[in-house]
């Protein structure tokens, strides 16, 4: 097994209202690496072997310290070792288009909750693994309900994410790989059901996805176009929520 991919966690430790993500990102799987002066960065970003893929920059941190790890990271994230990921109260628009100017691709703006927080760890993970954001299906958190029908019984769930063609859907109990399920989304517009079947699952005792929750992948079962064009704009303007 190779090593665990880890985050550069840069935040502002005196900061008022802003409270370490370090106990969050540790409660869920994450390794982090914490940072607080300019002048360690090298040091860290030289180590043989390193296993950083994700730098997470809190926009707590005085303008000036800001702006100095954001240009230091920059050439990181060109080179694709790195993915950077900035949190925590949105600035102004002229500081979002220097951050992203510096190569900060991701975001997460305040609030936002352990799921959202779980997923773009990942997904800034596997923009680095990738050199780049993959050529895939467009996928997104979304802070939504569920309900599974199987066998003719029904469970909860949560969904972890959602792109037009399948779910995440996050429960202690997931169906084994192959089954045929029933999924209830409760979306905006109303619940609508889909019929589905199971590709994956991710349990306890063998998380497959050491950083995914407990639950199971689900692929949608022929659609309808409407339905496929309602989820895509749904996911499309979460998704666009979630950049720099």
Not at 89 to 112: C, H, K, M, S, Y
Not at 208 to 217: D, H, S
Request: aromatic residues 6%; negative net charge.
């Amino acid at each position: 097994m190779g090593r665990q991919d880890e985050i550069l966690l840069i935040e502002d430790p005196g900061a008022t209202g802003a409270p370490s993500l370090a106990p969050r990102l540790h409660g869920l799987g994450f390794r982090t690496v914490p940072v607080q002066e300019l002048d360690d960065l090298s040091g860290l970003m030289e180590r043989p072997h390193s296993s950083l893929r994700a730098a997470l920059l809190s926009t707590s941190l005085p303008w000036e310290r800001l702006w100095g790890f954001a240009s230091s990271l920059g050439p990181h994230f060109v080179s694709g070792e790195l993915t950077g990921l900035v949190v925590g109260d949105a600035p102004v628009p002229a500081i979002r288009d220097q951050l992203r100017d510096e190569g900060f691709t991701l975001a997460l703006w305040n609030p936002f909750d352990d799921r959202t927080l779980r997923f773009q760890v990942n997904r800034a993970f596997l923009h680095a693994r990738e050199n780049g954001p993959a050529r895939r299906e467009l996928r997104a958190p979304l802070a939504m309900q569920a309900s599974i029908h199987v066998a003719g019984r029904r469970k909860q769930a949560h969904v972890y994410n959602l792109s037009e063609r399948g779910a995440f859907l996050e429960t202690p109990r997931p169906s084994m790989a192959g089954t045929e399920i029933e999924v209830e989304l409760h979306l905006p517009g109303g619940s609508r059901s889909l019929p589905g079947k199971v590709q994956h699952t991710n349990v306890t005792g063998n998380l497959l996805r050491p950083n995914a929750p407990v639950g199971m992948g689900v692929r949608f079962e022929d659609p309808s176009p409407a339905l496929c064009e309602d989820l895509a704009q749904l996911v499309e303007q979460r998704n666009l929520e979630l950049l720099a």
